[in-house]
């Protein structure tokens, strides 16, 4: 498929995240209230404002969740629609007054998220961590090329970008140390996945094909961790407070039909998956992703660059073995990928591998060093589906880490 052009002409550029073909969805403040967006090149179309074919019902609440409940055939008829709006140019006078520049307002989270869920479906990701902690011989555990390993989250947890994270408390244990302690997390960590958000409820156990319909779009998604409490609390039962801290994405919904010329196949298989299991398709998509990291007052270094066609388990396999149990999907739930790291050092999603677990400090084009995240630091994720003279992008998913809060008199010794 090629660029499909617009009126608006920001939207032909070749290095807009937002031509005619993304169409992402957000939430957006313009100072006026919070309001229901479509991105289109440097602009943001007010949806609560158009009343060409819109349904004003539809669009009222400010969260993208009424919209994926109506289902497949309404999400169909709306992005047609605004396909229809946006490219012809008899629609200008009555839909140009209300592009808003994308500059001017704030963006917000873009719907409610009913339930968290978090994958550890990424082997190159699996095997670095594995390895750090249990030798190469035992890096993948006995059930990882079988299963999608994950974790319920904290809903509580989902925040979208530019919301600053706040660096965690917990209990921490070095190896030395005979009792834990109560500490600011000195090992925090990013990570860099993908999100996908569920359109349509599951009522039973739903196939692989079933599941990838369900799916209304995608985010990017940071997975901050706290290394250290995280080593302390996760046996037996895994993450805990490790991962509460924070999870921001990315505020545009990129919907799964923009992604549609992009699809590609998981990996081949290194052991048979049972038939649940199996894909009907290509079930990833080639989506370039990088990680930005700037300290703070101070210009960003790209320390990542690796691409979501790494992961061993497609977000569709994520789902289908997420109903297996019986347990109800709701719109609105989402799944985090788990971290996409590649093959090579420069392509892995997390400083606990960038930096092998402290040992092998990263340096900055600043000339600092970075095992794990500083106070200050700003964290950047991007991605980018390249189509043929367009990109479908994601926009910034971004967060500064700030320092810990005073510790309560109560809780200090």
Same mark, same amino acid.
């Given at each position: 498929?090629?660029?499909?052009?617009?009126?608006?002409?920001?939207?032909?550029?070749?290095?807009?995240?937002?031509?005619?073909?993304?169409?992402?969805?957000?939430?957006?403040?313009?100072?006026?209230?919070?309001?229901?967006?479509?991105?289109?090149?440097?602009?943001?179309?007010?949806?609560?404002?158009?009343?060409?074919?819109?349904?004003?019902?539809?669009?009222?609440?400010?969260?993208?969740?009424?919209?994926?409940?109506?289902?497949?055939?309404?999400?169909?008829?709306?992005?047609?629609?605004?396909?229809?709006?946006?490219?012809?140019?008899?629609?200008?006078?009555?839909?140009?007054?209300?592009?808003?520049?994308?500059?001017?307002?704030?963006?917000?989270?873009?719907?409610?998220?009913?339930?968290?869920?978090?994958?550890?479906?990424?082997?190159?990701?699996?095997?670095?961590?594995?390895?750090?902690?249990?030798?190469?011989?035992?890096?993948?555990?006995?059930?990882?090329?079988?299963?999608?390993?994950?974790?319920?989250?904290?809903?509580?947890?989902?925040?979208?970008?530019?919301?600053?994270?706040?660096?965690?408390?917990?209990?921490?244990?070095?190896?030395?140390?005979?009792?834990?302690?109560?500490?600011?997390?000195? #090992?925090?960590?990013?990570? $860099?996945?993908? +999100?996908? !958000?569920? @359109?349509?409820?599951? *009522?039973?156990?739903? /196939?692989?094909? &079933?599941?990838?319909?369900?799916?209304?779009?995608?985010?990017?998604?940071?997975?901050?961790?706290?290394?250290?409490?995280?080593?302390?609390?996760?046996?037996?039962?895994?993450?805990?407070?490790?991962?509460?801290?924070?999870?921001?994405?990315?505020?545009?919904?990129?919907?799964?039909?923009?992604?549609?010329?992009?699809?590609?196949?998981?990996?081949?298989?290194?052991?048979?998956?049972?038939?649940?299991?199996?894909?009907?398709?290509?079930?990833?998509?080639?989506?370039?992703?990088?990680?930005?990291?700037?300290?703070?007052?101070?210009?960003?270094?790209?320390?990542?660059?690796?691409?979501?066609?790494?992961?061993?388990?497609?977000?569709?396999?994520?789902?289908?073995?997420?109903?297996?149990?019986?347990?109800?999907? #709701?719109?609105?739930?989402? $799944?985090?990928? +788990?971290? !996409?790291? @590649?093959?090579?050092? *420069?392509?892995?999603? /997390?400083?606990? &591998?960038?930096?092998?677990?402290?040992?092998?400090?990263?340096?900055?084009?600043?000339?600092?060093?970075?095992?794990?995240?500083?106070?200050?630091?700003?964290?950047?994720?991007?991605?980018?589906?390249?189509?043929?003279?367009?990109?479908?992008?994601?926009?910034?998913?971004?967060?500064?880490?700030?320092?810990?809060?005073?510790?309560?008199?109560?809780?200090?010794?």
């Amino acid at each position: 498929m090629s660029l499909i052009r617009s009126w608006v002409d920001s939207a032909n550029r070749a290095d807009t995240d937002f031509p005619l073909n993304n169409l992402p969805y957000g939430v957006f403040d313009d100072g006026q209230g919070a309001r229901m967006g479509v991105a289109i090149g440097d602009f943001v179309l007010d949806l609560g404002r158009v009343d060409h074919g819109l349904d004003p019902v539809l669009l009222a609440d400010p969260a993208w969740n009424d919209v994926m409940a109506a289902g497949p055939s309404v999400w169909a008829g709306l992005r047609a629609r605004l396909t229809e709006l946006l490219s012809d140019e008899g629609h200008r006078p009555a839909v140009g007054p209300h592009l808003l520049p994308l500059a001017s307002v704030r963006m917000l989270m873009p719907f409610r998220v009913t339930e968290y869920t978090d994958f550890y479906a990424g082997k190159n990701h699996a095997v670095n961590v594995g390895t750090m902690f249990r030798g190469a011989e035992n890096a993948l555990p006995p059930n990882w090329l079988s299963i999608p390993i994950g974790y319920n989250g904290r809903a509580s947890s989902v925040v979208v970008s530019g919301t600053d994270v706040v660096r965690p408390w917990g209990q921490v244990k070095a190896p030395d140390e005979a009792q834990p302690r109560f500490a600011p997390s000195a #090992r925090f960590d990013l990570e $860099l996945e993908m +999100g996908a !958000i569920i @359109g349509q409820p599951s *009522d039973g156990m739903v /196939s692989v094909a &079933e599941a990838d319909q369900m799916i209304f779009g995608y985010v990017l998604l940071n997975d901050w961790s706290a290394r250290d409490i995280q080593a302390w609390e996760y046996q037996p039962l895994g993450p805990f407070q490790a991962k509460a801290t924070a999870t921001t994405i990315s505020p545009w919904i990129v919907t799964r039909a923009a992604l549609e010329p992009f699809r590609v196949s998981t990996p081949e298989r290194e052991r048979p998956l049972l038939p649940y299991l199996r894909e009907p398709g290509p079930m990833l998509y080639d989506i370039a992703l990088e990680v930005g990291l700037a300290p703070e007052g101070k210009p960003e270094t790209v320390i990542a660059r690796t691409n979501y066609d790494q992961m061993y388990y497609s977000a569709a396999q994520q789902l289908a073995h997420h109903t297996t149990s019986g347990c109800a999907m #709701r719109v609105g739930d989402l $799944l985090g990928s +788990g971290t !996409i790291s @590649g093959p090579t050092k *420069d392509s892995r999603g /997390s400083l606990l &591998e960038l930096s092998w677990g402290g040992k092998e400090p990263l340096t900055l084009a600043t000339g600092e060093s970075r095992s794990f995240l500083e106070d200050g630091d700003r964290l950047i994720l991007r991605g980018a589906a390249q189509g043929d003279g367009y990109r479908i992008g994601f926009g910034e998913c971004a967060g500064v880490l700030r320092p810990a809060r005073r510790l309560p008199d109560w809780a200090q010794e």
